[in-house]
């Protein structure tokens, strides 16, 4: 956590629903962190576009569905979109 900034350059309202979920993105310099977080108590699989992102390898951080945490390279295409699987009241986070 020591190394996430607490200033951003930007912020960036991608979805969501209040009291449901939301998915949101912050710049610093050059580098996007991208958090998701899901309110319910069901699975959510969203597609999202993140065209600040595309055409990258990004770090994807989340939940299994057993609550352990999980962290795999994820090539997101030309267009920016990437399904999220976030788990109930979990949350993801993309980082490039």
Avoid at 14 to 33: C, M, S
Avoid at 56 to 62: F, K, Q
């Amino acid at each position: 956590m020591s190394i996430v900034p607490v200033i951003w350059d930007e912020t960036v309202f991608i979805d969501g629903y209040p009291g449901k979920y939301v998915v949101l993105a912050r710049k610093n310099g050059d580098k996007w962190y991208v958090a998701a977080i899901n309110a319910e108590k069901e699975v959510k699989n969203l597609t999202v576009k993140l065209p600040m992102l595309a055409n990258n390898t990004v770090m994807l951080y989340s939940d299994k569905n057993d609550r352990s945490p999980q962290l795999e390279k994820v090539n997101i295409n030309d267009s920016g979109e990437i399904t999220l699987i976030i788990q109930p009241e979990g949350g993801v986070i993309v980082k490039n």
